[in-house]
């Protein structure tokens, strides 16, 4: 595969271009609802989650819904559960919870993790700060993303299988980490390429 690249395609199905243990971490917010897979969200969401834990080498992150979380913790039980707070939205204050994996005990996350929360309001439209104007509906902060990296002492690789605008790829260039990424979208992939080249 090849560095610092987003790819226009489905991750599930390309997955196997990786070999076991080939990126250092995993960060992703993957998709939230059932209406935004193809067929069961859980088999999806397995399949998914396999792939990922397969192809990290030391821990796997991922930023979910409340909905979802009591089934996500039942199902795949993290190490430790982050939280970002978001504030007030619309009208009530909202939080994600962030799933931490340890893939080994040579990488002890517990040992890395500095803060469990995380209080960083969400794009909401406009730019909130330079290069973070929000270009996709389900686009997080760049800040977030920095934010959870920075944690992660001795990673010098990320991948994100479903990096939609491209916030894993803009924080780790910010922190001089490769990338690697995935967008099945193309109106979606172009999009992101096009932020990246923005702010090289």
């Not at 270009?135 to 934010?147: G, M, N, R, S, W």
């Not at 990296?149 to 980490?177: E, H, N, Q, R, Y």
């Amino acid at each position: 595969m090849i560095a610092n690249h987003i790819y226009n395609m489905d991750f599930l199905k390309s997955s196997i271009l990786f070999d076991d243990n080939s990126v250092d971490l995993v960060l992703t917010s993957p998709p939230f609802k059932d209406e935004d897979v193809q067929g069961d969200y859980w088999e999806f969401y397995s399949k998914a989650f396999s792939e990922m834990y397969r192809i990290a080498s030391k821990a796997v992150i991922i930023i979910h819904s409340a909905t979802k979380m009591n089934e996500i913790i039942k199902r795949y039980p993290p190490k430790r559960t982050l939280i970002w707070g978001k504030g007030i939205i619309a009208p009530s204050w909202r939080y994600n919870p962030i799933f931490v994996y340890q893939k080994s005990d040579e990488y002890k996350v517990n040992k890395y993790i500095y803060s469990d929360t995380f209080g960083i309001s969400p794009i909401k439209g406009g730019t909130r700060v330079k290069n973070d104007a929000k270009i996709h509906k389900y686009q997080d902060p760049v800040e977030l993303y920095i934010a959870i990296l920075k944690m992660f002492k001795g990673c010098t690789s990320v991948l994100d299988p479903f990096i939609g605008s491209g916030t894993t790829a803009v924080a780790a260039k910010s922190l001089g980490l490769t990338y690697y990424g995935f967008e099945i979208d193309t109106k979606i992939w172009n999009v992101c390429v096009q932020r990246l080249k923005d702010i090289c």
